[in-house]
């Protein structure tokens, strides 16, 4: 079956460490502790790369960037973005829309969203009103609720060029 428009979901969670810097969307956001990972953990762009992957039916972040190569050891994840954006060129497909939800306590991110749409759509070629980002809190409930942990899913829309 030759499909003309697929579509995927990501997710991914980070737990929160002191000591590090907040990366959401490739925006650094300024808070008390950051997310801890090999790469710069950003918890948004892994969610849309898994989505993608997952839309071409091509496996997930951990198999095409594994945490076990020094070359991914704090890189920025909008590089990874990029060589995702690579695989879907090569198979003829783009992005129609992305859409992320964040799930953290703290801190509010309304005011960097629109970087961070930006940083995406850029990368994927597409106009930033394709990129959908909205966040809600846990209410306080289990380890995201406490603020131990951030998470972001995210679903992609692909299609046939
Ligand atoms: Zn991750």
């Known amino acids: 079956m030759n499909m003309q428009v697929k579509i995927g979901i990501g997710y991914d969670i980070h737990r929160f460490v002191p000591g590090r ?5 490739g925006v650094d956001v300024p808070h008390s502790k950051g997310l801890s990972g090999y790469s ?3 918890i948004i762009i892994h969610a849309v790369c898994d989505a993608i992957l ?3 039916g091509e496996g997930d972040i ?3 960037f594994p945490d076990t190569d020094p070359k991914y ?8 973005l990029k060589k995702v954006q690579g695989m879907l060129e090569k198979k003829h497909f783009k992005v ?3 859409d992320v939800m964040l799930l953290l306590e703290a801190p509010k991110i309304a005011f960097f969203k629109d970087r961070m749409r930006s940083n995406i759509s850029k990368i994927l070629k597409i106009a930033a009103a394709q990129v959908s980002i909205n ?3 846990a209410e306080g409930i289990g380890e995201i609720g406490r603020g131990k942990a951030a998470a972001a899913y995210a679903v992609a829309l692909i299609s046939k060029k």
């Open 21 to 25: 810097k907040l990366v959401l969307g």
């Open 40 to 42: 710069d953990a950003d």
């Open 54 to 56: 997952g839309a071409l």
């Open 62 to 64: 951990g198999l095409h």
């Open 73 to 80: 050891k704090d890189i920025s994840s909008l590089k990874l």
């Open 96 to 98: 129609g829309n992305i």
């Open 135 to 137: 966040a809600t809190t």
